[in-house]
Every structure is written in C-alpha cells, then in structure tokens.
C-alpha cells in the first residue's frame, strides 16, 4: 500500500475548471434573473445562481490549501467558459431555465465521472458541489409549463438545447487540446476511453431532454 | 400587558422593502462583478452579492408565514428601488466598491434604527439580515488603494457617493409619500422625528465616508 500522495498540478487543473465554471455560472443566472416573467421566478433564479457561490468558496479554499492561488487556477478557463456563454446568450426565460436546466445537469455527470479519478479529500469535494437537485426540480417544471402553453415552444427548445451541447463540446474540445495534464486525468490514464465519456454524458443528457418533453 | 399581537400590515410593507432591496442589490452587484479588475475581486464581489439572497430567503419565509404572497409584499418597490439602481450605474471598479459601501451601510443603519419598532421575531429578523462586517471592510479597502493609487480619484468617489446618496433620498421620500403605514411604523406613530432620523443616518454616513479618505 502506497501512502497518502499530494495531488499533481492535473488535480488543480480540474478545480480551477470547476471553480470558475461555478463563478461564471452564478454571473449569468444572476444577470438571466431579468428575464424572469415574475418576481417570484426571479427570486427563484437568482437562488439558483447563489448557490453556485458557496461551492466556489469551497473549490477556492481547497486551491489554496493546495497552494494554489484560485485566480492561477481559474486563468486558463476564462476564455473558453466566457466564449460559451457569449454564445449562448438566452433570449427569455424559456431559453434561461433550459440552460441551467442543461448546464447543470451536463455538469454535475461530468463531475460524478471525474470524482473517481480523485484521492481524498478532493474525490469527496467535487461530489459536493453537484447541485442541488430541487434547482433542476423547478427548472424542469419551468420548461415544462412553457412547452404546455405553446408546443411550437418545445422544437424551439429543443434546437436551443442542442446548440447549448454544441458551444459546450467545442470549448470542451479546446480546453482539452491545451490542457493536457488535464485530458489524462480525465481519461484516468488509459483506463477511460475519452469517446465512451461523451458518449455516456450525451445519452444521460437525451433521457433529461425527453423528461421535459424535448427531443434530441 | 398584552397579549403577543398578530404583526399590522405596515410590517409586511417594512419586511417587503427589505426582502427587494436585498433582490435587487443581489443582481446589481453580481452584474457588477464584470468590472472587477481581477478575478480575486471578481469572485469577492459575488460573494458578498450572494450572501444577499440568504437573507432575502429569510424575509421571504416569514412574509409567507404572515400570509402574504412575497411577490405582493415586494411589488409597491420594484419601481423605485429599480430607478434607483437605473440612476446609479457604476462606470468602474472603484464605483461599484464605492456603491456597495454606501449603500450596505446606510441600509444597515436605517435597519438598526427600525428594528425598534418590531415586536419579536420581526426585531431580530431585521436585526439579523445586517451586512457581515467583512464585507464593508472589503469595500474600504478597496475605496483606500484606489484613492491611494490616484489622489484625483477621492474627489469623483466623493461626488459618487453624494449621488447615489441623492438618489437613495429621493426614492425614500417617493416611497414614504406613498406607503403612509410604512412611514407611521417608522416614525413609530409620532415618537420618531423623521427629519432626526435622516440626519443620524446622513451624520454616520459622514464619518464612513472619511474613514475611506472622501469627503461629504
């Protein structure tokens, strides 16, 4: 038995990813709030972004505990994660609630397939910073009010969505080429077969779009 | 003695104006965190906008425990507070920190003053959404390397400061002139001079101000 090792610079690769995926997260659900049709999804929304908060003060502290000062960590992701939601503006609250609803969930699946790459305590952390289950709850119910109060409103969403996998796959796929220490950490080695994640990710991702009454 | 007594409406109209004010601040301070300077200030920024929404959830919980719809309570402000906010944009860094410092404190003080007027649990309610002091300390000592980076920049904040001030006042005596019960339960029927209670908040104002190198 081996003893306990200090993570390699891959590990905060990865926290820096989350860390400011959550950041950026919270800044665009925070700043979509405006689109809400009513103060109480409003209110609803910007919870939602709140959230995302608090796990970023844990992947911070966690960083820096590592000796990694968050905003090195965070540097390399700026571009790629700003040009998806450059890209991926919603225009109401329809495309908002999907979006999150999407963005969540892709995430949280990716971080549950990464989390077993982990040693302790950082496999623990990233388990901790899935989401809450009661935010995709309500963004679930969201799309499915408004697909009920106009049909047409679901192939809209549905091409909405796939252009949200889209942006994601191709910053991903950037972020991949320039992050190689990342991309083995990832793939485990060679234990993971990189295509076979995607392939997994997107599957779990065509069963979420057909519970909301969307299609792939 | 009495017995305990069911709260008027004049506290929904009181626990409405706070529940908004901490929404709004919220998004306007996260929609600000794009002029941070860095991500280290990026991040700071959004928590402290987050740690609204805690508190706005709380406001919330107890408007619905008194039977009142939050959205209801809310809505007589979304104007005013909104103008507020519309009329006070930040251009930069140093405006943003300079508005989250004023702004905090002077809700903070306004709070203080009327908790007294509240019948338990509203007192400690109010008493307990107060801003986290480390907050406003970041503020200041953001507003002092600023000002020490360029003298010049002391006399604009200065100016900032008296604006968002103005504005702040000038929605309070809209709000007042039209939420008659909301300005009784603050003037504490007629136990509370009105005139007095701005001076106090504009006197403590003062002093911040110069604890931070501007002037009123």
Redesign the interface.
Known sequence: MSAPTTPGPAVADLLGLVA?GE?LA??RM??D??LAP???R??AL??M??AE??N??RL?DRLTALGV???DA??PY?EPLQAYHDSTEPRDWAEVVTKAYVGDAITDDFLREIADTLDEPDRALVLDVLHDSRYAEFAAEEIRVAVAADPRVAGRLSMWARRLVGEALSQAGRVAAERAALTTLIAQGDRVEVPALFRRLTAAHTTRMATVGLNN
């Open positions: 400011f950041l919270f800044e925070a700043g709030a405006r009513d103060l109480h409003r209110a910007s919870e972004a709140a908060i608090a970023y003060r911070a000062p968050p905003e965070m540097a700026l």
